[in-house]
């Protein structure tokens, strides 16, 4: 590799991306949660009251009010 060659590769893995503008916000992001997703979170807070129960541990409030939801 040239030495001309090397300093272009150097260069562009150095680059950054340009910063976004001061006037332009950052695109908002939806924390939602799908049906799916929370049938999945209602088992594991199932399966850690079950488990807390075997070790006697204590488990706390809002995993059991978790487990307890229906799912949809």
Do not use: F, Y
Not at 28 to 47: N, Y
């Amino acid at each position: 590799m040239t030495a001309e060659a090397l300093r272009s590769v150097t260069v562009s893995m150095t680059e950054k991306a340009p910063a976004p503008s001061a006037g332009s916000p950052a695109p908002a992001r939806r924390r939602t949660t799908s049906s799916r997703d929370r049938r999945v979170q209602i088992a594991a807070a199932k399966a850690r009251v079950t488990l807390d129960k075997r070790l006697h541990a204590e488990t706390p409030k809002w995993i059991i009010d978790l487990a307890n939801e229906k799912a949809s």
